[in-house]
């Protein structure tokens, strides 16, 4: 066990180098960039962030070859690249970024004037927030409601649950988010719930209790949208996962022995069904930190990474974008490693060690 930890730890470290060296040749080819949407923006064209139609923009020392940079002096576009650290050889940008990551020091962002860490620990918690809960209260009820409709399959309650699970995933979650909002946070109906931020101006004078209460109350409607969908996929994979095991012999082998019907479901069935939903949980669990919360941080107006990530993008805030990239490979990898062991402790007769890695 603890050789093949040591050695999945160490695979981390060439994998990450992978990541980020595609990473940054891709932004390397990308069209436009931090310094031709500030020579966009000082030249009043606040669309900025380069002509995305056609071929990367060029600088040199002398004289740009960058249209917006028209009127501009030469040394003026110099400096920016040099500011922006452009002035190096590639392979140099590439050799600081490494050793600075390695420390997790992410420098600062091009636009905010702000260091990258601290602008991401500024959103991590909404992306926590939103994250973690969708992914505690989903799999909390889709495990067991799986396993009831996999032991009730074909009965009533197997049938109305699936048309509400089928209805469910097919409202995409920011179209639920607006009409949550419209109905009970004010926009035309009830203001029952609050829209926007995590808590209330007046968090910090609540009590302990009155905290929790304001935090559950503010997090309802965006945890209700992001949830339906994570919460009728898991299900119905949780469903079709036992199911698959209940018809197979060893199960019938153990009901013929006189094993009781739930003894038979969890001391058999359960460890190889689960081995299907823990193998979904690394994409899962990374979809609603990091990507799948966009559209609901924009919906309910909530500062979290999602939003901070998109915004970097269309700013070229490359700083941030490549340390998001970066703990975001970081944190896939760890997790991975920590669902094998999580297969181990379920099913002990799975041996990752002995195994060649």
Do not use: C
């Not at 299907?276 to 979809?287: H, K, L, N, W």
Request: glycine share 8%; no cysteine; proline share 5%.
């Amino acid at each position: 066990m603890l050789a093949y930890v040591l050695r999945r730890l160490a695979l981390i470290v060439p994998t990450l180098f992978g990541i980020m060296l595609i990473s940054f040749a891709i932004i390397q080819i990308v069209p436009g960039g931090p310094v031709e949407r500030m020579v966009s923006m000082l030249s009043g064209n606040a669309g900025g962030g380069g002509d995305l139609g056609g071929p990367a923009p060029s600088f040199n020392a002398g004289a740009s070859q960058y249209r917006g940079s028209q009127g501009l002096d030469p040394a003026f576009i110099a400096s920016l690249r040099k500011q922006y650290g452009f002035d190096k050889p590639v392979y140099e940008q590439f050799w600081l970024m490494i050793k600075n990551y390695a420390t997790f020091s992410f420098g600062q962002s091009y636009f905010r004037d702000t260091p990258v860490t601290t602008l991401i620990a500024e959103k991590l918690p909404v992306s926590i927030s939103i994250g973690l809960w969708v992914m505690l209260l989903s799999y909390a009820i889709s495990i067991p409601l799986g396993i009831r409709k996999a032991v009730k399959d074909g009965s009533f309650f197997d049938g109305w649950t699936s048309a509400v699970i089928v209805i469910g995933y097919a409202i995409p979650g920011f179209t639920l988010g607006i009409l949550l909002i419209t109905l009970f946070a004010g926009s035309a109906f009830w203001q029952i719930f609050p829209n926007g931020r995590l808590v209330s101006d007046n968090w910090n004078e609540l009590s302990l209790w009155g905290k929790i209460a304001d935090y559950a109350w503010h997090m309802t409607l965006p945890l209700i949208a992001m949830g339906v969908s994570a919460f009728a996929t898991l299900t119905m994979m949780t469903k079709n996962a036992f199911l698959d095991e209940i018809r197979k012999q060893y199960v019938l082998t153990a009901r013929m022995k006189g094993l009781s019907p739930r003894r038979v479901l969890y001391g058999h069935v359960f460890r190889n069904a689960m081995l299907i939903v823990i193998a979904s949980f690394p994409a899962a669990f990374i979809a609603a930190l990091f990507t799948g919360s966009l559209l609901i941080e924009q919906t309910f107006e909530l500062n979290g990474l999602g939003r901070l990530n998109y915004e970097s993008v269309i700013n070229r805030d490359y700083p941030v974008v490549l340390a998001s990239i970066y703990i975001l490979a970081l944190v896939a990898l760890v997790i991975n490693l920590a669902t094998d062991l999580i297969y181990m402790f379920v099913d002990p007769r799975i041996d990752f060690e002995a195994r060649e890695v």
